[in-house]
């Protein structure tokens, strides 16, 4: 079955950068879109990024310019490079594709 699995979240200060990973298995993820999501308290589940299976990435514009998702098809991996960080950034992130999500990384960003 599908299984993806969020690391690399934590607490970091206002314009620090943190990376998230996502390692999937149980599908062959070459083929598939992958997506980042990011649900903050009290809010609706946002999308934050995807990359295409030819490596072609798309970024809402809340982060556009500040983050860099890639995708490593050998390793069944996929990362998100976070810089410039805000304290908007806080919430949890999720790794996402057809259908199927992760358990999530809470990220913090401290003003």
């Known amino acids: 079955q599908v299984r993806l699995v969020e690391s690399g979240g934590g607490l970091v200060q206002a314009g620090g950068s943190l990376r998230l990973y996502c390692a999937a298995s149980?599908?062959?993820?070459?083929?598939?879109?992958m997506r980042w999501f990011r649900q903050a308290p009290g809010k609706e589940r946002e999308w934050v990024a995807l990359?295409?299976?030819?490596?072609?990435?798309y970024y809402s514009d809340s982060v556009k310019g500040r983050f860099t998702i890639s995708r490593d098809n050998a390793q069944n991996t996929v990362d998100l490079q976070m810089n410039s960080l805000k304290p908007e950034d806080t919430a949890v992130y999720y790794c996402?594709?057809?259908?199927?999500w992760g358990q999530g990384t809470q990220v913090t960003v401290s003003s």
């Open positions: 990359i295409k299976s030819s490596g072609s990435s």
């Open positions: 996402q594709t057809d259908g199927n």
């Open positions: 149980g599908f062959t993820f070459s083929k598939f879109v």
